[in-house]
């Protein structure tokens, strides 16, 4: 008998990811990430599938730790990964032929935030931010310091904590193993970069500014020459970049980003550019996509804020973006920029890797019917693409449950796209209470993924509506572009008309409308109580009640300038005309407050500037307060504080019922 989805099933999945693919193609490697009910953490190691056979096996052994970050040499012969054992990474090396993994050397303590082969196999470069001073662990745990001293407005991140690291800089050591040593220093961390063909530059980019905070998205790109270590700038326009990629055989660099730097954040589309090394001329290749090429589909089993990784091929160029809930799979001609869909449909392609010849492409597909997978295109044989990988199988064949149906509801000047959620034994004559489910961001999408919190919530009986509305990625920069300076509208606007177009459907019960969110959902949550009253029951989560606190009190609350177009002391009727908290005596609907109490991007300042006036008001409200939490509870936080999430809204609502 099947089994409808619970929120302890967070046990059962296997979360896919990272897929790498060998040089001939015949074979891909891949995490596979699993929720420990004993420990209550997560530990990760790899796993393998041949190709031909569709057959998979564990390629490291399972164990307390966590194997990530995959990488095959060019040789086809040696695999490196990062092991992440009670906090500290190390950096192993294991054949491609099996056995058992080995340490390459040993790292001092910090993070490793990438790490890429040379052409010829020779070298690792490792982009790796290292800790300040060596502090003890104790348990796992780094120790406090007596105090904290800072004259830097970034300096803490929200998931991370206090930066206690040097920047992040290129390190190289051999693969063969050794010390690796340092080959940047640049003023600011270096966020992405890529070996030359040959293997005797390196490009990479970063924030040349001494005042980086006021300058985040204003990044510059350098090429490092190995041999001598001479360092050049390239000129660009300031903004943002988000992969950088060699022409394999001419003299070219491309890149990701906008010219935008204080344009609100993602409200402009990530384009692809070609910047060629000898002219300086700098091309936009996807300006007439209207679409970014960032992966921004949302889920609680997918992840998200994957960075791009484009392939080329026969002068081609495959890149994915974000477009209509999908993130689908395009070539572009690099000659005369012409575009082709490789791959389209109702999915989300989350990352890839290719062989040296590029015609077997290793996906992480994300869907509406299973949990995340892998898959492989053989482009050789007319774009035929099939799943590898069957690591949730065995789970999803015990589900009863209903694959959720898109809707297009037309509003004055656009049209939302939304997705349906059913219970599993849906009675069309029956009514049923109806939850709204508002994503972060803003500017993000919802989309093609399997996302366990909208079955859970069906499972109980309710029927779940999700929907991207204007304020979010993947309609265009316009769309995208529609809420800055106006966070509340006309997203409200347009969830109710989403709201209204299922109640058309007849099978809700009005009077049991439900509304949640977290993040910017949170904050639209939060607006939508003090806007109307026709929700019975609320649940806010990590959620924003005031911008003016916001501001001086989040990891990055300064970024808000470029929302509102000023500081909260320069536009105070901005922050105030859209801060929930202006509004807060208008509340009447029960609410319940979920917030992590070490979420540094929506403090936990803002869940008590609400929870505290409404109930010296005596409102209906509680407040549900996670421990050693961040803002990423509901997608990567301790397995049971995910779990009593779940179970505490589906409580909240039912109570209300």
């Avoid at 420990?39 to 057959?55: A, G, V």
């Avoid at 991370?160 to 080959?183: N, P, V, W």
Wanted: charged share 25%.
């Amino acid at each position: 008998m099947k089994k409808f989805i619970q929120s302890e099933d967070v046990y059962q999945l296997n979360f896919v990811s990272s897929p790498q693919i060998t040089p001939k193609g015949d074979k891909i490697i891949y995490v596979n990430k699993r929720a420990d009910k004993k420990d209550q953490t997560y530990y990760s190691n790899l796993e393998q599938i041949h190709i031909p056979s569709k057959s998979e096996s564990s390629f490291t052994n399972k164990g307390k730790y966590q194997d990530l970050m995959p990488r095959i040499n060019p040789n086809g012969r040696q695999l490196v990964f990062v092991r992440i054992t009670k906090g500290q990474p190390s950096l192993r090396s294991i054949s491609m032929y099996g056995g058992e993994s080995k340490e390459l050397g040993s790292l001092p303590q910090g993070d490793i935030n990438d790490i890429q082969f040379s052409p010829d196999g020779r070298y690792i470069a490792i982009l790796f931010a290292k800790l300040k001073s060596s502090i003890p662990l104790k348990k796992n745990k780094r120790k406090e310091p007596v105090y904290r001293d800072t004259e830097r407005l970034f300096y803490r991140l929200d998931g991370h904590g206090f930066i206690d690291e040097e920047t992040a800089q290129i390190y190289l050591m051999r693969s063969s193993g050794g010390t690796m040593r340092k080959i940047t220093d640049s003023m600011n961390n270096i966020s992405h970069f890529t070996w030359s063909p040959c293997g005797e530059k390196i490009a990479y980019s970063t924030v040349d500014h001494t005042n980086m905070e006021m300058h985040m998205d204003e990044e510059d790109i350098f090429i490092l020459r190995l041999e001598d270590k001479h360092v050049s700038k390239l000129a660009k326009p300031a903004g943002p970049v988000s992969f950088l990629k060699y022409d394999p055989k001419k003299s070219k660099l491309y890149f990701g980003g906008h010219f935008n730097p204080h344009y609100s954040w993602g409200a402009d589309n990530t384009d692809i550019h070609s910047l060629d090394l000898e002219s300086g001329e700098i091309k936009n290749l996807t300006a007439s996509l209207d679409r970014t090429t960032d992966m921004l589909t949302l889920g609680d089993i997918t992840p998200s804020f994957v960075p791009q990784s484009p392939i080329i091929k026969d002068n081609k160029m495959l890149f994915t973006v974000s477009s209509e809930g999908a993130n689908p799979l395009y070539s572009l001609d690099l000659e005369n920029g012409e575009l082709e869909i490789i791959l389209q449909g109702p999915e989300c392609i989350v990352s890839y890797s290719a062989s040296v010849d590029s015609e077997d492409i290793a996906i992480h597909l994300a869907q509406l019917d299973r949990p995340d997978e892998i898959w492989h295109l053989a482009l050789k044989e007319e774009k035929e693409l099939t799943r590898v990988s069957f690591a949730n199988d065995k789970y999803v064949e015990k589900l009863d449950f209903k694959l959720p149906e898109v809707m297009h509801v037309p509003v004055k000047g656009a049209e939302i796209m939304a997705w349906l959620q059913l219970p599993p034994d849906f009675d069309s004559k029956k009514k049923y209470p109806l939850i709204l489910n508002i994503h972060g961001g803003p500017r993000t999408q919802y989309g093609y993924t399997w996302f366990h919190e909208m079955h859970t919530f069906a499972a109980k009986g309710f029927v779940v509506i999700y929907s991207n509305p204007r304020g979010s990625q993947g309609y265009g920069k316009v769309f995208a572009d529609a809420i800055t300076g106006k966070w509340g509208q006309p997203a409200q606007d347009d969830m109710m008309a989403v709201v209204d177009a299922v109640l058309e459907k007849g099978f809700v019960d009005p009077a049991r409308l439900y509304v949640t969110g977290g993040s910017y959902g949170g904050y639209m949550t939060n607006w939508i109580v003090t806007q109307t009253q026709r929700f019975r029951a609320a649940v806010t989560q990590r959620s924003i009640s005031d911008l003016g606190t916001f501001f001086g009190t989040s990891d990055i609350g300064w970024d808000l300038v470029d929302e509102f177009k000023g500081t909260p002391w320069e536009k105070p009727e901005a922050y105030e005309k859209w801060s929930p908290l202006t509004y807060l005596k208008n509340i009447d609907t029960p609410l319940m407050i979920i917030h992590s109490e070490n979420d540094l991007r929506c403090p936990m300042e803002q869940a008590e500037r609400l929870f505290a006036p409404l109930k010296y008001m005596g409102k209906e409200v509680r407040l549900i307060r996670f421990p050693e939490s961040s803002h990423g509870l509901s997608r990567g936080g301790r397995p049971d504080r995910r779990i009593k999430r779940l179970d505490l809204m589906v409580e909240w609502f039912e109570k209300h019922k």
